[in-house]
């Protein structure tokens, strides 16, 4: 090719598209080159923005010149350098390769770096690497491979959605029964509704629609059953029945208890951000750095569950799509839900007929959001969701399938 011609677009010139190291080395190996070069040059190809928090500014600066010097950068509070401030959130600019160069260096210094540069490598592997398996009761469901479907089931008068099957067991069951041959791998069972606005159920309405169920249910089904509850009562009255997954829209906050009644049955907990409380949520919620903020009480809600004696790696998390979060939040959440494999646990979406879906198509009402729904869990899937909460258990499955296609192609 001559030198007239060479770097025009039409002449094979284009940006590749390399999300994670297997690809960085698929892309390598296809120009022919050899599997050494590809191992050595793989760190080179992708690039990280890690963020930091509250780092003192003499550590902070130190950071910042070891980056430098490894061929990245680091953004800082624009007065640390003149130490006009105390301490300053950190945005590490790398590739995987200059990350773990500084690192090395950062190893060696004070001020705490060292445990920063342990932090950030777990973090980084953590990021690249989906292992381990979910371990409910006698059920092992391995992480990575898949996504799996979470079916939701209301044993409720007033389930926003209109499938409430309060006080009905045939109907439920033939539902269940259904989601299951549909491709649920887990079932979600909640006696209180959580729509925006709800007021609680008082404990002994929700113990007598959920007990009952989940008993009649994991008498006769293959799958795992979840409890969706707040109260440890209901958790542990569900648990005894045979649930093995307890599933907190709270964060384990509203029920001091609810960690070690989940902890007591060894059973995985799935702790969502919400901000505020049902009846009140969606009262005008504002943040000042949502995902931030989000993550933060992630991290708050991982650590009760681990201190009750919850394996860290047993607590999925849920970003609340819908829980405190305007039409604009929800759609920043599922943008950046990746962000939460950094913490190397489960992820769960649940954005299955949403009011966000039914105000961005128009109005819709909840019945025909399905497209909308669809389009939302291809998306989580594609930015990391291992589990997905759905109402139309038939489709999302499909949608499921044909995205861990191409997602998780080998």
């Given amino acids: 090719m001559g030198a007239d011609t060479f770097g025009r677009a039409d002449r094979g010139v284009r940006v590749l598209t390399a999300e994670d190291a297997d690809a960085v080395a698929r892309t390598l190996r296809r120009v022919g080159c050899a599997d050494e070069g590809a191992r050595i040059m793989t760190p080179k190809g992708l690039i990280r923005l890690i963020h930091l928090s509250a780092v003192p500014v003499p550590a902070a600066n130190v950071i910042k010149q070891e980056m430098l010097a490894a061929g990245g950068d680091a953004a800082l509070h624009a007065r640390a350098v003149s130490c006009g401030v105390d301490d300053t959130d950190v945005v590490l600019i790398g590739t995987e390769a200059q990350l773990s160069t500084a690192c090395a260096k950062l ?61 009905d067991t045939d109907a439920l069951l033939a539902r269940a029964e259904a989601m299951v041959a549909d491709g649920a791998d ?5 006696g209180e509704s959580t729509r ?14 959920v007990a009952p169920a989940v008993r009649a249910l994991a008498a006769r089904l ?42 007591a049955f060894c059973a995985p907990v799935v702790v969502m951000h919400i901000k505020g409380t049902p009846r009140t949520m969606q009262q005008h919620p504002e943040y000042a750095d949502l995902l931030t903020e989000v ?116």
């Avoid at 887990?186 to 909640?190: E, N, V």
């Avoid at 093995?244 to 989940?262: E, H, K, Q, W, Y």
Wanted: charged content about 20%; aromatic content about 4%.
């Fill in 295 to 410: 993550c933060a009480d992630l991290e708050g809600a991982t650590a009760l569950a681990v201190a009750a004696g919850i394996p860290r790696d047993q607590v999925i998390l849920d970003p609340g799509f819908g829980f405190g979060k305007t039409v604009a939040h929800n759609l920043e959440l599922l943008r950046r839900l990746r962000e939460l494999r950094s913490y190397g646990q489960p992820v769960l979406m649940g954005t299955s007929r949403k009011s966000t879906i039914g105000t961005i198509l128009g109005g819709l009402s909840p019945e025909e959001r399905l497209e909308g729904t669809a389009a939302t869990v291809a998306l989580a899937i594609a930015n990391g969701a291992d589990i997905v909460r759905v109402h139309d258990v038939k489709a999302m499955a499909r949608v499921a399938k044909m995205t861990d296609a191409v997602v998780r192609a080998p």
């Fill in 107 to 167: 190893r060696r210094a004070g001020w705490g770096l060292p445990a920063t540069a342990d932090a950030v490598l777990d973090t980084l592997w953590h990021y690249a690497t989906t292992a381990g398996e979910l371990c409910c009761g006698a059920h092992r469901l391995p992480l990575g491979r898949r996504t799996y479907i979470m079916g939701i089931l209301n044993v409720t008068p007033d389930s926003f959605s209109g499938d409430g099957l309060a006080g």
């Fill in 222 to 263: 293959p799958v795992p059953i979840s409890v969706d509850t707040y109260k440890s009562a209901v958790a542990r009255a569900a648990l005894e029945a045979g649930a093995c997954i307890v599933n907190d829209i709270s964060g384990l906050r509203f029920d001091p208890a609810m960690a070690a009644t989940a902890a």
């Fill in 196 to 209: 925006p606005g709800a007021e609680e159920v008082p404990l002994e309405n929700e113990l007598r629609r």
């Fill in 186 to 190: 887990i079932l979600d069972i909640g």
